[in-house]
């Protein structure tokens, strides 16, 4: 084992212990060992057999890892059954218990909540995998509903009493949504793990019990139900909530389960019944525009783009609706990247235009000879503001920004060239979109088809700008072979760093 500890012997009881927690003891703690080696010896087997001590210790469960780094108040684990997501909820309550959280800022006595669907999936999920990650030395009581405490695993526990590295206690304490809402009121908390999808009343009262210690909410569950407000605040983001964050597993990502067994329960499932089983999607998808887009796919870390890969912007126009403009980099291959984005309602095209070359500055974004920005733009924008004396295009090109207003305006055409670009023929994505367009992530993730053949007519300005470009030609100015080959490799770069 790598982390194996490495000693020196210096007497009958005495040991040199290493630089650093090699042997996964609590910080500092380390050196109460030093002059004894009898006890550290016994301390170091005792972890060796811990299922905590050995989480992600030689078999690593990446997603897991960045779930346990996030630093977000209100994070969401969507995967399919055995995909290890209620495991690393569990070990998140009990490092979090315990004050030795390995990547985080620990806090003394914190108080919790894991809450569950019912009673009897607590004690046969949520509990059971706290009580096989918690250390039985650590616990100082436990109080059952039902049950005994001296076998709390056959029972269903009420709250229990956890020993931390601050010498104090923390406490858990597990809740059922069968209980009626007002069973969650009235206590402050620090943190609230969710296992499955709670109903939304039962949500919104566990967040008011966290604003007085500025806790955290952690979810982990199979989206069986469709798409429902957890969709829309957690997946979506429709608030653009800083503080909310989602990744997905699948049975692939997790280290425990070989190829051949994926392979074999991928072929006893259904299409539909993979979708949500495996690889822990939302049911109902298929009423989504752009079912294709995969956050661990097609969004990628924030870049700045050489000039031979910038090309132009798109802007979908409003007054009152939101001003919609993203900034577009195509790569040797033909990739596009989506850089940047500038998304706001109720200003004058004077604002917006001095937004546009600030962001444009920023990027180091090429300009035209006359100094002026170039954008596509909708051709609607030809038509007379309400003064009557200019148009949206003439406002623009006053204010150094050079927006051509002949765009393709083909819904369904550009609906298929959105699609072909987030999946090509043979499978490969062809869109990527950097992370700070937090906007146009939101849109494409709720675009969704109304009663009809088209998509619903609301929140759909990134949409709108976003087909113009697509559906366009790219920039007149032809590229070097010298500039093509660089791009091309620095957008496999840009590739390869996908966030997930």
Same mark, same amino acid.
């Given at each position: 084992m790598k982390d194996r500890l490495k000693t020196e012997k210096k007497s009958e009881n005495s040991i040199s212990l290493p630089s650093g927690n090699l042997i996964g003891l609590p910080s500092g703690n380390a050196r109460l060992y030093s002059g004894n080696a009898e006890a550290l010896i016994y301390e170091m087997k005792r972890r060796a057999d811990s299922p905590l001590f050995n989480y992600n210790r030689e078999k690593k469960h990446l997603k897991q890892l960045e779930f346990h780094k996030c630093a977000k108040k209100n994070r969401w684990v969507f995967g399919g059954n055995r995909s290890?997501?209620?495991?690393?909820?569990?070990?998140?309550?009990?490092?979090?218990?315990?004050?030795?959280?390995?990547?985080?800022?620990? #806090?003394?006595?914190?108080?919790?909540? $894991?809450? +569950?669907?019912?009673?009897?999936?607590?004690? /046969?999920?949520?509990?059971? %995998?706290?009580?096989?990650?918690?250390?039985?030395?650590?616990?100082? #009581?436990?109080?059952?509903?039902?049950? $005994?405490? +001296?076998?709390?695993?056959?029972?269903?526990? /009420?709250?229990?009493?956890? %020993?931390?590295?601050?010498?104090?206690?923390?406490r858990l304490g597990f809740k059922s949504c069968e209980s009626s809402r007002e069973k969650f009121q009235g206590t402050d908390l620090d943190f609230v793990w969710f296992d499955e999808e709670p109903p939304k009343d039962i949500y919104e009262e566990c967040r008011m019990r966290l604003l007085d210690r500025n806790g955290e909410i952690f979810g982990t569950m199979t989206p069986l139900k469709g798409l429902t407000y957890i969709y829309d605040r957690i997946y979506v983001n429709d608030r653009n909530d800083p503080e909310v964050w989602s990744i997905f597993m699948e049975w692939a990502d997790n280290p425990f389960l070989s190829p051949e067994a994926v392979r074999a329960m991928t072929a006893s499932m259904s299409r539909d019944e993979l979708e949500t089983r495996r690889y822990g999607r939302f049911a109902g998808r298929e009423g989504l525009v752009y079912p294709e887009f995969d956050p661990s796919v097609h969004i990628v870390k924030p870049f700045t783009p050489p000039i031979s890969m910038q090309d132009r912007l798109s802007i979908d126009p409003g007054l009152r609706n939101p001003l919609s403009c993203h900034w577009y980099a195509r790569d040797g291959d033909g990739n596009v990247f989506v850089v940047a984005e500038h998304y706001e309602a109720e200003r004058t095209i004077e604002y917006h235009s001095a937004k546009i070359k600030e962001i444009s500055d920023e990027l180091g974004w090429k300009r035209n000879p006359d100094g002026s920005i170039e954008a596509l733009i909708d051709s609607a924008a030809n038509q007379k503001t309400l003064s009557g004396t200019s148009s949206v295009t003439e406002l623009f090109r006053e204010n150094g920004i050079y927006v051509l207003p002949k765009v393709d305006k083909g819904l369904f055409s550009g609906i298929n060239k959105v699609k072909s670009m987030l999946r090509s023929a043979d499978g490969t994505p062809r869109l990527f979109i950097t992370e700070n367009c937090v906007n146009l992530i939101r849109e494409i993730r709720n675009y969704r088809y109304g009663a009809g053949d088209s998509p619903v007519k609301r929140d759909d300005h990134a949409m709108d700008e976003l087909r113009y470009y697509l559906a366009a030609p790219p920039g007149e100015r032809a590229k070097t072979p010298m500039e093509r080959d660089k791009n091309r490799l620095y957008g496999a770069i840009k590739r390869g760093g996908k966030y997930e």
């Open positions: 290890g997501k209620s495991e690393c909820g569990a070990v998140e309550c009990v490092w979090l218990l315990q004050g030795n959280h390995p990547y985080k800022r620990n #806090k003394p006595d914190l108080s919790g909540w $894991s809450v +569950s669907l019912s009673f009897s999936v607590q004690r /046969d999920v949520a509990q059971k %995998k706290i009580l096989r990650y918690l250390d039985e030395k650590r616990i100082e #009581k436990i109080v059952m509903v039902e049950g $005994s405490a +001296s076998s709390p695993e056959y029972g269903i526990i /009420d709250y229990i009493l956890v %020993k931390n590295d601050f010498g104090g206690l923390s």
